[in-house]
C-alpha cells in the first residue's frame, strides 16, 4: 500500500500538537459546538481551501464545495447546506468564490465532451449562454475565460436570490448578504466583484416571491 496517505495521519497528529500548544482549550471549546458567521459556497479545487486563504481558525466557515461553486437548484445536497446555515446556524454572510484559472469553467468554455461530467458542466454552459455577447467579444481566451469566472460567481448570486427560503429570511430583516467572490490562484488573492445582496429586487419579477400570493397549505 502506498504509504503517502499516511503523511495526511502523521499532518494531523502535528496539526493537533500545535494548535494546543498556542491554544490550550481550542478543542473543548469547539467540542461544544459551531456558531460560524460565513457560508462558504466555493470550488472543489484543491488550491481553494476556505478556512487557509482567508486566514480562519476551524468554526468560523461552514463550507459547501463543488467543481466550479455552482448553486442547483436541484442539488439537494447544497440546499441541505444552505438551508442548515441560513435557518439554523443564521450565518450572516454568504458568500460565492469562484477563482481564476477554474478548470471546470474552462471545460465548460470549450466543446469538449467529458463523460458524466458533461451533465454538471452544463449548468456552467448555461452561464455562457445568458452572457454570450460579453463573452464572445473577448478575444484573448484567458480574458474571456476569467470573465466566464466572474459572470459565473454573478450568475450563482443569482440562483441563491431565487431559492425561496433565502428570499424568507430577506422578508424577515438583514440577513444573510451575498457576496461574489474572486480568488487569484496567481498571487493568492482574493477580489470582492461588489455584487452583494441581500434582497430578491434585481432578479426577475417571475423570482420574487410574494408573502401575500404564497399558496396556503
Ligand atoms: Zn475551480
Known amino acids: 500500500m502506498s504509504e503517502t496517505f499516511q503523511e495526511l495521519l502523521r499532518g494531523n497528529k502535528e496539526w493537533v500538537e ?3 500548544q498556542k491554544i490550550p482549550d481550542f478543542f473543548d471549546k469547539l467540542a461544544q459546538g459551531q456558531t460560524p458567521k460565513y457560508l462558504w459556497i466555493g470550488c472543489a479545487d484543491s488550491r481553494v481551501p476556505a478556512s487557509e486563504i482567508t486566514n480562519s481558525m476551524p468554526g468560523s466557515i461552514f463550507v459547501q464545495r463543488n467543481i466550479a461553486n455552482m ?9 441541505s447546506v444552505v438551508n442548515y446555515a ?3 446556524l ?4 454568504i458568500i460565492v468564490c469562484g477563482h481564476y484559472g477554474c478548470g471546470g469553467v474552462m471545460a465548460a468554455m470549450s466543446n469538449q465532451k467529458f463523460g458524466f461530467l458533461d451533465n454538471w458542466l452544463v449548468h ?3 452561464v455562457y449562454r445568458l452572457h454570450k455577447s460579453e463573452l464572445d467579444a473577448i478575444d484573448d481566451e484567458t480574458e474571456r475565460a476569467n470573465r466566464y469566472v466572474e459572470l459565473n460567481v454573478q450568475e450563482q448570486i443569482n440562483n441563491l436570490s431565487m431559492v425561496s427560503f433565502i428570499q ?4 424577515k430583516g438583514e440577513f444573510p448578504y451575498i457576496h461574489g467572490w ?13 455584487l452583494t445582496k441581500n434582497t430578491s429586487k434585481h432578479l426577475d419579477e417571475v423570482y420574487q ?3 401575500k400570493k404564497q399558496v396556503q397549505a
Open 86 to 88: 441560513v435557518k439554523v
Open 71 to 79: 448553486v442547483v437548484h436541484t442539488d439537494s445536497n447544497l440546499l
Open 168 to 171: 424568507e429570511e430577506w422578508e
Open 18 to 20: 500545535n494548535t494546543k
Open 209 to 211: 416571491y410574494s408573502p
Open 182 to 194: 474572486v480568488y487569484s490562484l496567481k498571487d493568492g488573492l482574493i477580489k470582492d466583484l461588489g
Open 124 to 126: 456552467i454552459k448555461d
Open 90 to 93: 443564521k450565518v450572516k454572510h
